[in-house]
């Protein structure tokens, strides 16, 4: 087939002519190469597409590719070409975000969020990124360094380039950002040159060398650079991210499982980690010594637990013997008028007494599994009683009368929002601020009506005016922020009511014999 498209220019026409004519010049070339003989083998076309730049055309060529129809070695390449267009989105949703806090004539004089000592944005400001996102404020922090030092202008453009080339990964670019974060632009550049040239890599279609680096390889390199070009400010550098050492919790993992992060001088970190595998290997010795059947995580030929899990043991004895010790000795903080390390634990009675197999909660973490819950309720030294509203949800009474009214006041609130009641914030109420949602300078009563919890930074940001706030009828709260961006929380007990009414579960264990005998039992 042979189409011949002949255009002839007058030059009598306008400018908006001439873009009418290029447009329509762009549709027929669009229509003749999707019409165009298919003459490419499928290792061809995955070869031609490597050296394609990331973007649109490259994601509307991998879209029209069967995965099914690909030997194992072509779905490599065929997802290593999805990881590059993967970067190049993410690059842009960075510059778009750095782009949103740069571009602000106005922001909140509020406390500055830093990274490493380096300014990012307003606490208000960075939590609407973070809205908007979907990150946490921590990622939304880091995707707006990010943004910012790879753009064009940016300090470390040449990244930005590589990695918009597909070049490199989105992980590497990252390293690059935090590795220089602390560096000047000309340092930062320097480093960049110096690593840079070794990171970038393309992969060849028929030998498959060329990967792409990995985040540890850059990681280990950027820090022998950094050193060869400024030894001296060195000390100092370390000296400003000792200032920054902390522990941090993460419940973004299943199976009533966390994570205990910390960030510790390397010598420190050490220390902690030898005197862990000192204690585990007493741990371990232990099992080998007393049989496979001594401990769970023994295994069926006597062999102990496993290093790890021997450390996260000890580390585990070593905290609760400090617990201990600050319980028994007077010495443990008073928080919301309690003296006591508490970790509450939700369970609905008809599970409690095997009845059924109803979900459980753990404050802060979120469900967790019957026979879990069961296990946590049996080891509390008290337990205290919930009662719900069975329709709607909403707490009613708390069971305990051992406080003055106003205590009671304040049990009711915190144990009717258990976490902070911003959505996205989730924090466990064990120092909450409760805050009037009207003030109590504009005549808000001090009821439970008008009470609810916030974290001490969202109590900030609605005390200073940055965060409107509504207690709703049903006990849901909604939240705005200044850009109107409108949030409402989830009701906490009536999520829960939902979880114990739908799916309901037959007890396991009950037994059904005609010679039950009705209570006292």
Request: aromatic share 6%; hydrophobic share 40%.
């Given at each position: 087939?042979?189409v011949?498209?002949?255009l002839?220019?007058?030059?009598?026409?306008?400018?908006?002519?001439?873009?009418?004519r290029?447009?329509?010049?762009?549709?027929?070339?669009?229509?003749?190469?999707?019409?165009?003989?298919?003459?490419?083998?499928?290792?061809?076309l995955?070869?031609?597409?490597?050296?394609?730049?990331?973007?649109?055309?490259?994601?509307?060529?991998?879209?029209a590719i069967?995965?099914?129809?690909?030997?194992?070695?072509?779905?490599?390449?065929?997802?290593?070409?999805?990881?590059?267009?993967?970067?190049?989105?993410?690059?842009?949703?960075?510059?778009?975000?750095?782009g949103?806090?740069d571009?602000?004539?106005?922001p909140?004089?509020e406390r500055?969020?830093t990274?490493?000592?380096?300014?990012?944005?307003?606490?208000?400001?960075?939590?609407e990124?973070?809205?908007t996102?979907?990150?946490?404020?921590?990622k939304?922090?880091?995707?707006?360094?990010?943004?910012?030092?790879?753009?064009?202008?940016?300090?470390?453009?040449?990244?930005?380039d590589?990695?918009?080339?597909?070049?490199?990964?989105?992980?590497v670019?990252a390293?690059?950002?935090?590795a220089?974060?602390?560096?000047?632009?000309?340092?930062?550049?320097a480093?960049?040159?110096?690593?840079?040239p070794?990171?970038i890599?393309v992969?060849?279609?028929?030998?498959?060398?060329?990967?792409?680096?990995?985040?540890a390889?850059?990681?280990?390199?950027?820090?022998?650079?950094?050193?060869?070009?400024?030894?001296?400010?060195?000390?100092?550098?370390?000296?400003?991210?000792?200032?920054?050492?902390?522990?941090?919790?993460?419940?973004?993992?299943?199976n009533a499982?966390?994570?205990?992060?910390?960030?510790?001088?390397?010598?420190?970190a050490?220390?902690v980690?030898?005197?862990?595998?000192a204690m585990?290997?007493?741990?371990?010795?232990?099992?080998?010594?007393?049989?496979?059947d001594?401990?769970?995580?023994a295994?069926?030929a006597?062999?102990?637990?496993?290093?790890d899990?021997?450390?996260?043991?000890?580390?585990?004895?070593?905290?609760?013997?400090?617990a201990?010790?600050?319980t028994?000795t007077?010495?443990?903080?008073s928080v919301?008028g309690?003296?006591?390390?508490?970790?509450?634990?939700?369970?609905?009675?008809?599970?409690?007494?095997?009845?059924?197999?109803?979900?459980?909660?753990?404050l802060g973490?979120?469900?967790?599994?019957?026979?879990?819950?069961?296990?946590l309720a049996g080891?509390?030294?008290?337990?205290?009683?919930?009662?719900?509203?069975?329709?709607?949800?909403?707490?009613?009474?708390?069971?305990?009368?051992?406080?003055?009214?106003?205590?009671?006041?304040r049990?009711?609130?915190?144990?009717?929002?258990p976490?902070c009641s911003?959505?996205?914030?989730?924090?466990?109420?064990?120092?909450?601020d409760?805050?009037?949602?009207?003030?109590?300078?504009d005549?808000?009563p001090?009821?439970?009506?008008?009470l609810h919890t916030?974290?001490?930074?969202d109590?900030?940001?609605?005390?200073?005016?940055?965060?409107?706030?509504?207690?709703?009828?049903?006990?849901t709260?909604?939240?705005?922020?200044?850009?109107?961006?409108?949030?409402?929380?989830e009701?906490?007990?009536?999520?829960?009511?939902?979880?114990?009414?739908?799916?309901?579960?037959?007890?396991?264990?009950?037994?059904?014999s005609?010679?039950?005998?009705?209570?006292?039992?």
């Amino acid at each position: 087939m042979t189409v011949r498209f002949v255009l002839v220019y007058d030059f009598g026409m306008t400018a908006d002519t001439a873009e009418v004519r290029s447009r329509f010049d762009e549709i027929v070339a669009d229509m003749l190469w999707h019409y165009r003989p298919k003459t490419e083998t499928t290792a061809e076309l995955l070869g031609r597409l490597l050296a394609v730049t990331p973007g649109i055309e490259l994601m509307r060529e991998l879209r029209a590719i069967k995965p099914d129809d690909l030997e194992p070695d072509q779905r490599l390449i065929h997802a290593h070409l999805w990881e590059r267009c993967v970067a190049w989105v993410t690059d842009q949703a960075a510059a778009s975000a750095a782009g949103f806090i740069d571009a602000l004539t106005d922001p909140p004089e509020e406390r500055i969020i830093t990274r490493n000592g380096v300014d990012i944005a307003d606490q208000i400001s960075l939590d609407e990124v973070a809205i908007t996102t979907g990150l946490s404020p921590t990622k939304a922090s880091w995707r707006i360094l990010t943004g910012r030092a790879l753009r064009p202008d940016g300090p470390l453009a040449a990244t930005g380039d590589a990695l918009r080339a597909g070049r490199i990964s989105f992980d590497v670019a990252a390293a690059f950002v935090e590795a220089t974060l602390t560096l000047t632009d000309d340092q930062a550049t320097a480093v960049q040159g110096r690593v840079l040239p070794r990171a970038i890599s393309v992969i060849h279609p028929d030998t498959g060398a060329g990967c792409w680096r990995s985040r540890a390889w850059a990681v280990r390199e950027l820090r022998r650079a950094i050193l060869a070009i400024d030894p001296d400010a060195a000390a100092k550098r370390r000296e400003e991210a000792h200032r920054r050492r902390g522990v941090s919790i993460s419940f973004d993992h299943p199976n009533a499982m966390a994570w205990i992060n910390a960030y510790l001088p390397a010598h420190e970190a050490m220390v902690v980690y030898d005197t862990l595998t000192a204690m585990a290997t007493i741990l371990r010795d232990s099992d080998s010594n007393t049989g496979s059947d001594s401990h769970a995580d023994a295994d069926a030929a006597g062999r102990p637990r496993g290093w790890d899990t021997a450390r996260a043991d000890a580390l585990l004895a070593a905290i609760h013997a400090a617990a201990n010790t600050l319980t028994q000795t007077g010495t443990l903080p008073s928080v919301h008028g309690k003296s006591r390390i508490d970790v509450g634990v939700l369970i609905d009675l008809p599970t409690l007494l095997h009845l059924a197999d109803h979900p459980g909660e753990i404050l802060g973490y979120g469900a967790i599994d019957a026979d879990y819950a069961r296990q946590l309720a049996g080891q509390g030294d008290t337990w205290r009683r919930w009662t719900l509203e069975p329709i709607t949800g909403h707490l009613l009474d708390l069971g305990r009368t051992r406080y003055k009214p106003t205590q009671k006041l304040r049990d009711y609130i915190l144990a009717a929002y258990p976490e902070c009641s911003k959505p996205e914030c989730h924090r466990h109420n064990t120092r909450f601020d409760i805050d009037h949602a009207v003030e109590w300078h504009d005549d808000g009563p001090t009821s439970a009506a008008n009470l609810h919890t916030l974290c001490w930074q969202d109590h900030l940001a609605k005390t200073n005016g940055h965060t409107r706030v509504r207690i709703n009828a049903d006990g849901t709260v909604t939240h705005t922020t200044r850009h109107g961006l409108t949030r409402t929380s989830e009701h906490y007990w009536r999520t829960y009511v939902d979880n114990l009414t739908s799916g309901r579960t037959a007890p396991t264990t009950a037994s059904t014999s005609e010679h039950d005998e009705p209570p006292p039992f």
